[in-house]
């Protein structure tokens, strides 16, 4: 028999968050839904009890409210999984995005270099980074910006924990073994072999970690990533282990690199494989933070190419391209601010944080205004109409030509003002007329006066999995 107050528990918040909302799932680090600002749009599953049992019949037991793909649980943020961290942490972000706006002064500056240089405070801030990433993304996603107000209480929030280091389960990341008395060809050989078995494990904790998100949600974001520069140490790593050193000669090293190319063309293969299973959803990716063309150097899963996935950039305000962000003619959809972007955190606080992470989240949840204001006016929209809806409302730029495949910034304020034209008008005499009730106005934020911010700009390194 279910408790009573459990089951009141539960069906007090489905009312606000779950039963008329537009549900944005998170794959990410998890969620603190703690946060004042986040509680009330939690997401919970109205076909799951918290009784033991796979009530909805998904595989998941008692997945009332997201999942742990990592622990395989049902609780997908504990508090006490992480240590303390004192105001230090705060005090380097406040003032990287002074930095970036170029406001901070000579201590401020001089207090930053030293953390910068101090690799204890480093290595704990990558922790740090870890910690508060998830909830940064969700408060995002939902609208909880600090400068914007109250967020969107039509939209929901689902937080699937993907990110982080298993040590057992289907998320256990296969480990090289090298294998002794191999000639060269066949050494090769093995390891072409472990990297197509170490894709098919990417592709069942993809798989898993989609599925337990995607039913759920019309939009789902993804501010992970695997990068070019990663892809190809990992691969050096087998060859070093195999061969018991270094590639030395020009061959060698062609065919590590053949191999990488493979390794990133196999993952954006599976990702493709997994997300055509869930058309009806929106999958946001994050393009990543390295400064680099990712048509030549891919990256995944952002450089999968679907009608309903979207690859997002980072830009400063809407004026230019964030020099931190990668970008691509044919692997990158737009972008949208990414330059001390202010979110929650942890412990019901707010902090700005940089990266192509925080732009992501913004075009998840402008898709989702689109399509809870589309529910309003009954309008049947897809996935990839609303897709469409943000590619063709954004601030055209002639700086981004070629550095996307439109090279637009994100205007959620056009994209719902379209939404509402087209149930009078065209969509080509909507479109026209949304650009003209929402015309482009430069925004920045604020600098100081001569100041160019773009060259001081940094960003976390894009999470890996």
């Known amino acids: 028999m279910i408790n009573l107050t459990k089951l009141i528990c539960l069906l007090l918040p489905l009312t606000i968050a779950s039963s008329q909302a537009i549900t944005v799932g998170i794959l990410d680090s998890g969620v603190d839904f703690s946060h004042l600002q986040l509680r009330p749009l939690q997401f919970f599953n109205i076909f799951e009890f918290q009784n033991g049992r ?46 970036s706006l170029g406001t901070s002064s000579e201590e401020e500056d001089n207090w930053y270099q030293d953390k910068r240089a101090d690799d204890e405070f480093q290595q704990k801030r990558s922790i740090f980074r870890r910690f508060i990433h998830g909830t940064h993304i969700g408060g995002l996603a939902v609208g909880a910006q600090k400068n914007l107000g109250q967020p969107n209480h039509r939209i929901s929030l689902l937080s699937v924990r993907y990110l982080g280091d298993a040590t057992s389960g289907r998320a256990l990341e296969p480990e090289f073994a090298p294998r002794p008395y191999l000639n060269e060809t066949e050494a090769r050989e093995y390891i072409l072999s472990f990297i197509s078995q170490y894709l098919q494990w990417q592709k069942r904790k993809l798989a898993f970690g989609v599925k337990a998100t995607a039913p759920h949600s019309r939009v789902v974001n993804g501010s992970f990533g695997i990068s070019h520069k990663y892809a190809l140490s990992l691969v050096h790593s087998f060859w070093e282990a195999q061969f018991g050193g270094e590639a030395s000669r020009d061959s060698e090293k062609a065919w590590i690199e053949s191999a990488k190319q493979t390794f990133l063309t196999g993952l ?13 959803v929106l999958f946001v990716f994050s393009a990543g933070n390295s400064k680099q063309d990712t048509d030549t150097f891919l990256h995944y899963p952002s450089g999968v190419s679907c009608d309903h996935c979207l690859s997002i950039g980072a830009s400063f305000g809407n004026v230019e391209k964030a020099s931190f962000s990668n970008f691509g003619k044919n692997s990158v959809s737009f972008f949208a601010p ?4 202010e979110s929650t955190i942890p412990d019901n606080q707010f902090l700005p944080v940089n990266g192509t992470s925080q732009a992501t989240p913004q075009v998840a949840f402008a898709a989702a205004s689109v399509l809870e204001r589309a529910r309003n006016y009954s309008i049947p929209l897809s996935a990839s109409g609303a897709r469409q809806i943000l590619i063709d409302t954004t601030d055209r730029l002639e700086s981004l030509k070629d550095l996307a495949a439109v090279p637009g910034i ?21 479109l026209k007329r949304s650009f003209e009730l929402i015309p482009y106005t430069q925004k920045r934020p604020k600098l100081i006066k001569g100041h160019s911010a773009v060259k001081l700009i940094e960003a976390d390194p894009l999470l890996s999995l």
């Open 54 to 99: 796979d009530s909805d019949g998904n595989g998941l037991i008692d997945d009332f409210s997201g999942w742990d793909v990592i622990e395989e649980r049902n609780t997908q943020f504990l508090r006490s999984d992480y240590p303390s961290f004192n105001g230090d942490f705060n005090k380097y972000y406040q003032i990287r995005k002074k930095r």
């Open 268 to 280: 954006l293969s599976i990702t493709k494989e997994v997300v055509q299973l869930y058309p009806e």
């Open 338 to 341: 990414g330059v001390a972007i």
């Open 410 to 430: 994100l205007n959620l304020e056009r994209a719902l003002t379209l939404t509402k034209l087209i149930t009078q008008l065209s969509y080509k005499d909507a």
